[in-house]
């Protein structure tokens, strides 16, 4: 993380005083941020470069900043503010301290049952709100756009441990700022950069005449939201056993793979997962997207449901 003394000044930004920077992508840095005054909470500021886009990317950027107006929801990233300069975007957005998943699964190796439950939930309550409340897919749901507040405790190790070894060491843990207890906190989904309104929110709806519309684009509006479905079962695979289902060092094979739903419950790392957990997976990893789960399958599925309310209190 680069040190204050390097952080750049963008004009149009002189509310805002830069802390560090958080992230970045294909056009952006993300920086961690404070009123001027150095009171009220910290934010994180999303800065895109303008001028490095064409007229369809600007397009996109406003369409993000369009969605997320619309959203309100405990596991979504709040859009603060938003605003422009002649070479930037600046999106203003409800700070995760926590950082990436990405960075968790990483750090763990991989996620207990009960942490990938307590994580999976928020993932899947935030989709069930996009999906049937505001209409909107995202189509990019991976760990590096899962962001999290963290609770007061963060394990560092599984509570299921991988040696004989690991078995006598006591978990230490990491202290992290933050609030409530247990688990890892609250998830947020970030990155509306590439999502999609499917339905009009006020009529509940789909946009546009339905009457004139073609069956490929009405095909096409009802496996929009499979896609995150598919998606969150990519991310629960990972959660469980700390490697993506579907990899290979060639594109061309992993797009075969995926195309095919290729993936194994690999052994040995597989071997201790319980059956619900597999079924869910495998019912997530599914290729015919008519019957692939939605979201209300994935909440009414054992796995999830029947321990629903002690991830509830443990949350
Ligand atoms: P991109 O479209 O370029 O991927 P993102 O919105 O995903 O942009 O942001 C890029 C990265 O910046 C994220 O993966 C994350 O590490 C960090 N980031 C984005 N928003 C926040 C936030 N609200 N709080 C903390 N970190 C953030
Ligand atoms: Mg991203």
């Keep these: 993380r680069e040190s204050i003394g390097k952080l750049p000044r963008y004009p149009g930004l ?6 560090e920077k958080m992230g970045d992508g294909a056009f952006s840095n993300v920086y961690r941020a404070v009123d001027a005054t150095g ?10 470069r303008k001028f490095e886009m064409n007229s369809t990317q600007r397009a996109n950027i406003l369409k993000e900043v369009q969605i997320m107006r619309q959203i309100d929801h405990p596991n979504i990233v709040k859009l603060i503010d938003f605003s422009e300069s002649r070479q930037y975007y600046y999106i203003v957005l409800e700070l995760c301290p926590g ?3 990405f960075h968790q699964i990483v750090r763990l190796t991989y996620f207990s049952e009960d ?3 307590h994580v999976i939930v928020q993932v899947a309550e935030a989709l069930e709100y996009l999906h049937e409340t505001a209409g909107v897919v995202h189509r990019d749901i991976k760990p590096e756009n899962l962001l999290f507040y963290p609770s007061a405790f963060i394990p560092t190790r599984n509570p299921k441990p991988r040696s004989a070894e690991d078995e006598d060491k006591e978990d230490e843990g990491e202290f992290i700022k933050g609030v409530g207890s247990g688990g890892i906190g609250t998830i947020k989904i970030a990155d509306f950069g590439l999502s999609k309104i499917i339905w009009d929110s006020q009529t509940m709806t789909p946009c546009g005449t339905v009457g004139y519309t073609a069956p490929e684009i009405v095909k096409d509006e009802r496996y929009s939201k499979s896609v995150d479905m598919w998606a969150l079962g990519c991310v629960l695979y990972t959660l469980l056993c700390g490697f993506p289902p579907f990899y290979d060092e060639s594109i061309q094979v992993l797009t075969e793979k995926v195309a095919r739903g290729q993936y194994t419950f690999l052994s040995p790392w597989w071997d201790d997962i319980s059956k619900p957990a597999q079924d869910l997976v ?5 290729v015919d997207p008519d019957k692939r789960y939605n979201i209300q399958q994935f909440l009414n599925h054992p796995w999830i449901r029947e321990t629903r309310e002690e991830t509830y209190a443990a949350a």
Aim: glycine fraction near 8%; charged fraction near 20%; hydrophobic fraction near 45%.
């Design 14 to 19: 002189e509310r805002w005083t830069l802390l």
């Design 282 to 286: 495998s019912h997530l990893l599914t």
């Design 115 to 117: 942490l990938s439950r």
């Design 39 to 48: 009171h009220g909470p910290e934010v994180a500021i999303k800065v895109v």
């Design 99 to 101: 950082g990436e998943l």
